[in-house]
């Protein structure tokens, strides 16, 4: 950021520079902190300083390495999470909830420890275009109700909406970001390569979803954006420009990397043989408009649709 746009000009740096705390620094957590703390000295010397909040001692140095201050803490014990209070003037929440309940009590014990000291002045939280469940394939924007059909994606809509109450009370600008499925080529399980080589199938054209997907990167990039530049209590989709069913994303990727394409299947035949996780997503189909990025948060995408993200290294 640039420097006029810092606070407390009469104090030292070290003390006006603007902290930004990351909370869930996996990879896009990471992506995050990188693009913050790249570019020239000059602007690095001035500006933000990235806070990781993480709850394995192994990771510290990691972190550290990477130009962030780790700050040890479990978001499942709210008596770790103290030192959060005040801490931050900006946060990025990129945590998953946990994997069981219909509430994200992890959410709940950051906006309690929130609540007790100096306010942030603005929060990012990435949730999930799940929170829409089945929408038979229609258009999107984010004024749509959610209708969650799973309990992975309840838990995100419970966060969603304890958030939004938070920011309504407090006066905490809040944006969240609804997130398709997050690829890179450079992503752990990032591209559908090992799916494609175990060949597993994919659905038939009668029975097939339309399916939203977003590059890690962009992600990145949009949650920074909407960091500094989000409407208060605002919901963006975070969604690339690809307008794919799911089958033919699998036979883009195969054409790409030179695999042979996924067998089709019926419904039926995919129930009996897919896990239900990859079963879920089987179940549901939209197709997200992202204009709100676009235009609000005046992101331009580096790979606008997967096949030039699947082609970037």
Request: glycine share 8%.
């Amino acid at each position: 950021m640039p420097v006029n746009q810092f606070p407390h000009r009469a104090l030292p740096a070290r003390f006006r520079r603007t902290r930004v705390l990351i909370i869930g620094c996996g990879d896009v957590g990471q992506r995050i902190a990188h693009d913050l703390l790249r570019g020239p000295s000059t602007v690095r010397q001035h500006g933000p300083r990235v806070l990781a909040l993480t709850s394995s001692a192994e990771k510290a140095p990691l972190l550290q390495q990477q130009g962030m201050t780790p700050l040890r803490g479990n978001l499942d014990d709210v008596r770790s999470l103290r030192r959060l209070r005040g801490i931050a003037q900006r946060v990025i929440y990129m945590a998953p909830p946990p994997n069981h309940g219909l509430h994200d009590v992890r959410m709940a014990n950051v906006v309690r420890v929130l609540r007790q000291g100096k306010l942030p002045h603005s929060m990012v939280y990435g949730s999930t275009t799940g929170v829409y469940g089945d929408c038979g394939g229609a258009w999107v924007d984010e004024t749509r109700p959610v209708r969650p059909s799973t309990d992975r994606a309840r838990r995100r809509v419970d966060a969603e909406q304890r958030l939004l109450r938070f920011g309504k009370e407090s006066g905490l600008r809040l944006q969240i970001l609804r997130i398709p499925g997050i690829y890179a080529p450079n992503r752990e399980g990032g591209t559908p390569r090992t799916r494609l080589l175990k060949g597993l199938p994919v659905l038939q054209a009668a029975d097939d979803v339309f399916t939203n997907h977003i590059h890690a990167d962009d992600l990145a990039r949009i949650a920074q954006a909407a960091l500094w530049r989000g409407k208060p209590q605002r919901i963006y989709h975070a969604s690339d420009d690809t307008q794919l069913r799911m089958g033919d994303y699998f036979d883009l990727a195969a054409d790409l990397y030179g695999l042979p394409r996924p067998p089709r299947v019926t419904l039926q035949q995919a129930q009996q043989t897919l896990p239900p996780m990859m079963l879920s997503f089987m179940g549901e189909s939209r197709r997200l408009r992202n204009a709100r990025i676009r235009q609000e948060l005046r992101v331009a995408l580096r790979y606008p649709t997967v096949r030039e993200g699947l082609q970037s290294t």
